[in-house]
């Protein structure tokens, strides 16, 4: 046990070493030769099947640097453990990783991510929100690959024009209550899709959990009270269906698409679902911003930066992969087949994406006003304490005023814990 | 109050007869057993020994993010227990011992209702054995999973009564879905737990207490409970050990999520997702101290004797 | 002071004579009827939501209208490695049971025919590791699994199996030995035999169906381990059906995969169910003996 914590302290002290030991070929300490050589990428689960033919692309090109897939879990969590689990035991296993946005300042605190080249995966033609997903402490520990921000899909053959202000959203549940319908479903169950819509609703009342730099609780704020209190409200009248409560990405979305509710704050992905033959929806639904106090709300910023393993043996490689796969032709890849959104500001007015993807020019603009979710090392606790607290506010368990305050001091103790 | 019953007479269709160990016994014994023995201890002390005496020592280690964990002696355990995280540790254990509670009541009161129906005599009790077996066999996680599709908003069990209670939504039906699901796939177990018991005692007793008058409630309960006691109470100790421990059910069916998180959910999620060892290892250990002074508890006040049954009352007879 | 192993002798079936009849009987009949009910129904809805259309899934009705095998062909289909989660679970559940049989077989042996010191103290101890909480030893073996770079393999999961399997087989092991007619090892014995040969030719046929229900009930308790396999497995190379299961996700990702899960859940559960109708007698005599679960 001993011998084990000492020889973390060393091992952590050589990655410190490494980090800032900037090396020519860019390896750190232990490494031999110039760190180009066969890498893994690990990554969520892939449902369309299109990675794999992007990797072999790579592989033409490079034939004696190969990539290999490993495919992990579809849950963001279960994918997390396994990065964890891996960069625990320094093994190196993943060279490049996929990670949520929001894991890149706790796994760049641990030192688990070598820090990469802002000139190379940083570039004024990537989008700023994603760089600073990526930014940890002033350096970037992740190439962002791809970006997701939540947007509103709405029923146009029920509503005119889509609401933009709260207000507004509220008046038009009117109509959903005539045909029988849920008016608005998210994700409300909870798990880490909660603390995205809440931080929706926090921030666009001009609240926020936590100082910018991740060190200051600042919820406790008349701003966060009414931002959570609208979602309260919404769930009160009944205007948020009481099932919301178990919603998770996927039933919010089966509920919009089967046409039991008029509206619904998702990711851009339920287009594909919501435009498909045998949907209730199919050519009666738009996409905008999502709605805020006095106008278009702020959106959570989601999406995946490419890290490299500290760990990783062939650490050029890495870094050279995760570059390419934020180049032009990768992201075409990224948008065309794979249905997400690029982090390239050029593809979002590209004539040829926004073809098949009407939707992208809306979606730059909720980027552009968008906000990474929060940047901190005890992201996992921060998240739970605001699920916590959140979901017993929406339940009616709590009072606004008392779910806040509570949270405030779970919020303390989560980024105090060290 | 101690009745002495056969052994078990599985494939041996003979008459039970409490039988001695056979004669010609060595006093050398103790060698060949020791060697026929110790690979088992080896082996269990490498699985769980030593996983136990690790998660020991990290829980006297501090969790921090980037340095060398650091030796804070009991703090985890502080902590825990009356600490910063008290709330969420007192919450557990009280999670983990309502399950406990209410699903061992039900499961027994149905179990035992089940054995006492199934002891009849009628065409087909092989069948119904087996089909009593099938809650059974589905692994728990396929359970969870078919509890999770029956218990959803839109899912069979708020269609068939006609109510729209979101059971995932709130802590006491996310509760109730749990007991249900546990109740469904374990009732039947026990049931034939007690059905064994039932098979021993036997019939002319009851034809005995017919004559000198006694209905069936007095049977039930001067003859019927007092014997399957003890097949009953080792039972229930086995089921109080798996339900301190459950974390399948809940893990899958409501992600421990209102006020469902037992104390095996709070252990891996600590460990596995808040990154914290020390704190991981403090909780499993508390986790392991509750589990075993419950079973110690149990066994003390109801008297059962786990292991002397498994000695089959043969306690080494007179030496 | 008793025993919890008792029998359920063939006898016993005609113990009470014939077939009652009159009001008494209709009782009976509707109480059997409510218990199959009641283990049954759960696992008809799963059937019967695993042959409907995704499109179907919500309807509720009690019978699939349009019976289809959609879910059975997307279960196997690449979306999800289910061929390779069933192969997993058969190497890691299969390995368990060898493992624990082997070493259970010895400890058994001595705990039911052996007289020795600490005998009981031996007792106390298998009884005590089949307490132990998984998650206690959850996390270092993890750590040290990690360390040794077996995330993801096969040992990670058979070896922590073993501190619930090894218990549990010793166990019932201990309790069929305890009911065997050693005596006719004596008799053959007397009759010529040399020990080799008495323990061959009479015993070790008398151990086999012990030693089998032992072997079914251990694999399906590894088979259904969850809690270990869905830590140590990362990806679909190592991971068993039932965390293949929990992670399932639809024919499509907009899916959801309650049709799917149900087919996989009745793929995995079907030959478990077969197993128990097949060997039901064994395996109660085999569960009233270890009191498992």
């Known amino acids: 046990m001993r011998r084990r914590l000492t020889r973390l302290g060393m091992g952590l002290a050589a990655v410190a070493a490494a980090a800032t030991t900037l090396t020519a070929c860019g390896t750190g300490g232990g490494t031999t030769g110039n760190g180009t050589g066969p890498i893994t990428f690990a990554s969520g689960k892939d449902l369309t099947g299109a990675m794999p033919q992007l990797l072999a692309e790579w592989n033409k090109l490079h034939p004696d640097q190969k990539v290999t897939f490993i495919e992990l879990s579809a849950s963001p969590d279960d994918q997390r453990n396994s990065f964890v689990q891996d960069l625990q035991a320094r093994s190196g296993k993943y060279d490049v990783m996929w990670d949520d946005v929001v894991w890149t300042s706790e796994f760049a605190a641990h030192g688990w991510l070598e820090p990469l080249d802002k000139a190379q995966v940083g570039g004024p033609d990537v989008l700023p929100a994603a760089v600073d997903t990526a930014t940890y402490q002033g350096k970037m520990y992740g190439a962002p690959f791809m970006t997701n921000s939540a947007l509103l899909y709405y029923r146009s053959d029920l509503v005119p024009k889509p609401p933009t202000t709260w207000a507004e959203l509220q008046a038009d549940c009117a109509i959903a209550k005539a045909h029988d319908m849920a008016c608005y479903v998210g994700q409300f169950a909870q798990y880490e899709g909660l603390t995205v819509n809440a931080a929706e609703a926090i921030t666009s009342a001009g609240g926020s959990f936590l100082s910018p730099d991740g060190s200051k609780v600042t919820v406790d704020s008349p701003q966060a009270r009414a931002g959570l209190q609208h979602l309260v409200d919404m769930f009160r009248s009944g205007n948020i269906p009481a099932a919301a409560l178990t919603y998770q990405e996927q039933e919010s979305a089966n509920a919009f698409v089967t046409g039991k509710a008029m509206f619904l704050a998702n990711w851009p992905y339920v287009y594909t679902a919501a435009s498909a033959a045998g949907s209730a929806v199919q050519g009666k639904f738009g996409m905008a911003q999502l709605p805020g106090p006095n106008g278009p709300g702020i959106a959570s910023l989601g999406g995946i930066d490419l890290g490299v393993s500290a760990f990783s043996k062939h650490k050029q490689t890495a870094k050279d992969f995760v570059a390419w796969m934020q180049s032009e032709s990768s992201q075409r890849v990224l948008v065309k087949v794979m249905n997400q959104a690029s982090v390239l500001t050029k593809l979002y007015t590209d004539p040829d994406l926004t073809k098949a993807s009407p939707y992208l020019p809306t979606l730059q603009k909720a980027e552009l006003t968008a906000v990474p979710r929060l940047k901190t090392p005890n992201y996992n606790a921060v998240s739970l304490a605001i699920q916590k607290n959140v979901y017993a506010a929406l339940q009616g368990k709590v009072s606004v005023d008392g779910a806040v305050k509570q949270l405030a001091a779970d919020l303390q103790q989560a980024i105090s814990a060290a | 109050m101690s009745v002495r019953t056969g052994d078990s007479r599985a494939f041996v269709p003979r008459a039970s007869t409490r039988r001695e160990r056979a004669s010609g016994r060595k006093e050398n014994d103790g060698r060949f057993a020791f060697w026929l023995v110790v690979p088992a201890i080896l082996v269990l002390t490498v699985v769980i020994g030593y996983p136990v005496i690790a998660a020991l020592v990290r829980s006297l280690f501090s969790d921090p993010i980037a340095s060398a964990p650091r030796f804070i002696g009991l703090d985890n355990y502080f902590s825990a227990l009356w600490g910063v995280n008290s709330g969420k540790f007192w919450d557990s254990v009280g999670v983990t011992y309502f399950f406990a509670a209410v699903t061992i009541v039900l499961e027994t009161a149905i179990g035992l209702g089940m054995a006492l129906v199934m002891n009849q005599a009628f065409r087909g009790r092989g069948l119904l054995r087996g089909v009593v077996l099938v809650p059974w066999a589905v692994p728990t996680a396929v359970a969870a999973v078919l509890w999770k599709w029956s218990f959803d908003p839109v899912g069979i069990i708020n269609a068939l009564t006609g109510s729209h209670v979101v059971w995932t939504g709130s802590d006491w039906p996310s509760k109730a879905a749990i007991v249900i699901a546990d109740t469904w796939k374990t009732s039947p177990f026990i049931a034939l737990l007690i059905l064994a018991g039932l098979q021993i005692i036997p019939g002319e007793v009851y034809e005995a207490a017919k004559i000198d008058g006694a209905g069936a409630f007095q049977r039930f309960r001067l003859i019927t409970l007092p014997l399957v006691r003890p097949a009953l109470l080792v039972a229930i100790l086995f089921r109080l050990l798996d339900t301190l421990r459950m974390y399948d059910l809940p893990a899958i069916l409501t992600h421990g999520a209102n006020d469902t998180t037992t104390l095996s959910i709070l252990v891996v999620q600590a460990t596995l997702n808040e990154l914290k060892p020390g704190f991981g290892g403090a909780l499993s250990t508390l986790t392991f101290l509750l589990i075993f002074v419950t079973a110690y508890a149990f066994v003390r006040l109801l008297g059962v004797n786990a292991v002397e049954a498994q000695i089959g009352g043969g306690r080494g007879g007179k030496r | ?293």
């Open chain 3, 1 to 293: 002071m008793t025993t919890a192993t008792v029998p359920a002798p063939r006898t016993a079936d005609r113990r009470r004579g014939t077939t009652r009849r009159g009001p008494a009987s209709r009782w009976l009949y509707a109480a059997l009827v409510t218990i199959v009910l009641f283990c049954l129904l759960p696992f008809y809805w799963m059937v019967v939501t695993s042959l409907k259309d995704p499109k179907e899934v919500f309807d509720n009705s009690l019978v699939p209208t349009h019976p289809t095998f959609l879910n059975y062909t997307a279960v196997f289909g690449s979306q999800n490695t289910f061929l390779l989660a069933l192969r997993n679970s058969v190497v890691i559940a299969g390995s368990v049971t060898a493992l624990a049989l082997v070493f259970g077989v010895f400890a058994a042996y001595a705990l039911a025919r052996l007289h020795f010191r600490g005998k009981n103290l031996v007792l106390g101890l298998f009884l005590a590791t089949s307490m132990f909480p998984g998650v206690a030893i959850l996390t270092p073996l993890f750590q040290l699994f990690a360390d040794l770079g077996w995330i993801d393999t096969y040992q990670s999961m058979i070896i922590p199996d073993i501190s619930f399997s090894l218990p549990l087989g010793i166990w019932i092991l201990a309790s069929f030995f305890r009911a065997m007619p050693w005596e006719l090892e004596e008799a053959a014995r007397v009759d010529g035999c040399t020990k080799a040969a008495a323990f061959r030719l009479v015993i070790l046929p008398l151990a086999v169906p012990g030693v089998f229900t032992t072997a079914i009930l251990v694999f399906i308790s590894a088979w259904n381990e969850f809690m270990i396999a869905n830590s140590m497995s990362q990806t679909p190379a190592s991971q068993p059906v039932t965390v293949a299961i929990a992670q399932f996700s639809g024919i499509s990702q907009y899916d959801q995969p309650y049709g799917t899960q149900m087919a996989a859940g009745v793929i995995v559960t079907v030959p478990l169910i077969v197993l128990v109708l097949i060997f039901q007698r064994r395996i109660v005599s085999g569960l009233t003996a270890g009191g498992v679960k």
